[in-house]
């Protein structure tokens, strides 16, 4: 198993920023990809941004130049630093990571609990 805690999330003004974390913890082998996705009320979850351990990354044409995706491979961890927001990007922040257990062949997709980013003046 594999464990993702989420930290970071809040309340914020239009325009400001916040860092979202996400670490995964457990009997861990590999994580190829990790990544961030949100669930606005109402709405399906979407992705905002992905990156690889080679660290390539993926973002929704609605955050790309105002959020940016990083992770420490050596601390199983994933950032966004989320700039200019706006109150359309309130949502539920869910971390993902494809992760390959130890001693497992197959790699599956593990989910956090989710942290709450409201924009709001």
């Known amino acids: 198993q594999v464990h993702l805690v989420e930290s970071g999330g809040g309340l914020v003004q239009p325009g400001g920023s916040l860092r979202l974390s996400c670490a995964a913890s457990g009997s861990i082998f590999v994580i190829y990809a990790m990544g961030w996705y949100r669930q606005a009320p109402g709405k399906q979850r979407e992705l905002v941004a992905t990156i690889t351990s080679g660290e390539s990354t993926v973002y929704a044409d609605s955050v790309k130049g105002r959020f940016t995706i990083s992770r420490d491979n050596a601390k199983n961890t994933v950032y966004l630093q989320m700039n200019s927001l706006k109150p359309e990007d309130t949502a539920v922040y869910f971390c993902?990571?494809?992760?390959?257990?130890?001693?497992?062949?197959?790699?599956?997709?593990?989910w956090g609990q989710g942290t709450q980013v409201t924009v709001s003046s």
């Open positions: 993902n990571a494809l992760a390959r257990n130890r001693g497992v062949d197959i790699a599956y997709d593990y």
